[in-house]
């Protein structure tokens, strides 16, 4: 895993990125963060590129010391996939990723 780090919304997130392919984004739930998908990875990343990252708060993400908000979690997914220049994905979540 080569671990990247992009400016998203005033903050630095890291993200990882596997595969070629169509892109899929996995989002992790409260508590986790990127590596919380590993078991998946390697068979999704062999049809498709895959996709994690820390949220905000998480992780090696930055933390900003403020209340979050839905908008503002889905605001740095927007980001990402703005710096990443993916036009539309697929999205997997999990617990709090899939409510966003």
Request: aromatic share 8%; net charge positive.
């Amino acid at each position: 895993m080569s671990e990247k780090f992009a400016k998203i919304n005033g903050l630095k997130l890291c993200y990882a990125e596997y595969g070629k392919g169509d892109p899929i984004i996995l989002i992790h739930g409260i508590g986790g963060k990127k590596e919380t998908w590993i078991a998946q990875i390697t068979e999704l990343s062999n049809h498709f590129r895959i996709i994690t990252f820390d949220m905000r708060g998480v992780g090696k993400s930055d933390r900003p010391n403020i209340p979050y908000t839905m908008e503002m979690l889905a605001d740095d997914i927007i980001g990402l996939m703005d710096y990443l220049k993916i036009d539309k994905t697929h999205i997997i979540g999990r617990s709090l990723g899939g409510m966003i």
